[in-house]
């Protein structure tokens, strides 16, 4: 399954609202996880499951899922937000991620 | 709380045999099927495979026919040797734990914790 993951960058500011797509190339359960990579960090389960939060993770993060696309919005960007975020499909051999999303201020 | 930690050569040559370990600090393999990843440069990240605690492993078929995946003796790492290497392969290479919930069973929904990655250049 190919995930194509939009936008590639983003500029935003803090307090701002923000929404990154996935789409998947084929119809799919919802076994989709995102996750935040920061430089120098181990990347971060944010989400599983298209919508269900990870035990840790700031509600303002959110997931929803509409067929095969799938959506990330942060609710007021906090400046530890700004970070790259993707997409992975744990559906199908071999698991696959979106391009990512580079979230700049 | 579970933390990983990739480590092993930062360089390798052209040809020669990538390997790395994975050691868990306040956990076990047991139970869980171990990840690997890596990110290439400028490009994102890719799974590599994963490894179950008896020791069946899934690897990606893009790397399959160079990639090893191993368990420690002590139960507390396991490892990944890839051959053959090029270039290409130069990557930060991140191990990952598979995280599942109450009613999902043994099916993975994503991978948490993370090591902070291990960045491996292959150049002679």
């Known amino acids: 399954i190919q995930l194509t993951q939009s936008p590639s960058s983003l500029s935003a500011s803090v307090g701002d609202t923000v929404t990154i797509t996935c789409r998947a190339s084929q119809d799919m359960n919802r076994f989709l996880a995102w996750y935040q990579l920061r430089p120098g960090e181990a990347p971060k389960l944010l989400l599983y499951g298209a919508s269900t939060l990870q035990s840790g993770v700031p509600s303002r993060f959110s997931g929803s899922d509409s067929g095969a696309e799938f959506s990330l919005t942060i609710t007021g960007l906090q400046p530890e937000d700004f970070a790259t975020y993707y997409c992975q499909q744990l559906n199908n051999y071999p698991y696959t991620f979106g391009q990512g999303t580079k979230l700049e201020i | 709380q579970v933390q990983l930690q990739e480590s092993g050569p930062g360089l390798v040559k052209p040809s020669e045999t990538l390997s790395l370990t994975c050691t868990i600090f306040g956990g076990s393999i047991s139970k869980y099927h171990w990840g690997w990843f890596r990110q290439t440069p400028g490009q994102g990240l890719e799974w590599i495979g994963y490894?179950?605690?008896?020791?069946?492993?899934h690897y990606n078929p893009s790397l399959k026919s160079r990639v090893t995946f191993s368990l420690g003796t002590s139960m507390d790492s396991f490892s990944l040797k890839l051959t053959s290497v090029t270039p290409a392969d130069t990557a930060v290479y991140y191990c990952?734990?598979?995280?599942?919930?109450?009613?999902?069973?043994?099916?993975?929904?994503?991978?948490?914790?993370w090591g902070q990655g291990t960045l491996v250049t292959v150049s002679s």
């Open positions: 490894i179950f605690y008896t020791g069946f492993t």
């Open positions: 990952a734990r598979a995280f599942y919930d109450a009613s999902s069973g043994s099916r993975i929904l994503g991978f948490d914790p």
